[in-house]
């Protein structure tokens, strides 16, 4: 039996205009609620849950052939990077894994 290709991300965010851990969770909720309506992946914030002006995001699909993976993932990186922006925040980089 063959594991399915599971493609993988960190995108790490700067949110500059957060003042408070209530403001910094709106923009990641908010970034994250749409990606997971949009796109059929796994995300959620993995760290710097304790820095109000950081996020970092970790992102996983699983798909049936590699190259969809990527594709996928790399969807959702142009996405979360827009909506970011529209919050007023920037991704200031990101590690992508394909297993």
């Given amino acids: ?6 493609a993988r991300a960190v995108v790490y965010i700067r949110i500059p205009t957060a003042r408070s851990l209530k403001d ?3 923009v990641v909720q908010s970034v ?5 309506s949009r796109f059929a992946v796994a995300i959620a914030e993995t760290n710097a849950q304790d820095h ?8 996983a699909v ?32 990101f590690e992508v894994e394909v297993i």
């Fill in 32 to 36: 994250i609620g749409q990606a997971r």
């Fill in 62 to 93: 699983v798909s049936g052939q590699e190259s969809t993976a990527r594709q996928v993932l790399d969807d959702v990186l142009r996405f979360v990077e827009a909506a970011a922006e529209r919050h007023g925040a920037q991704v200031t980089g």
């Fill in 24 to 26: 910094k969770r709106s």
């Fill in 1 to 6: 039996m063959r594991l399915p290709p599971v």
């Fill in 52 to 59: 109000h002006t950081l996020a970092e995001l970790g992102i």
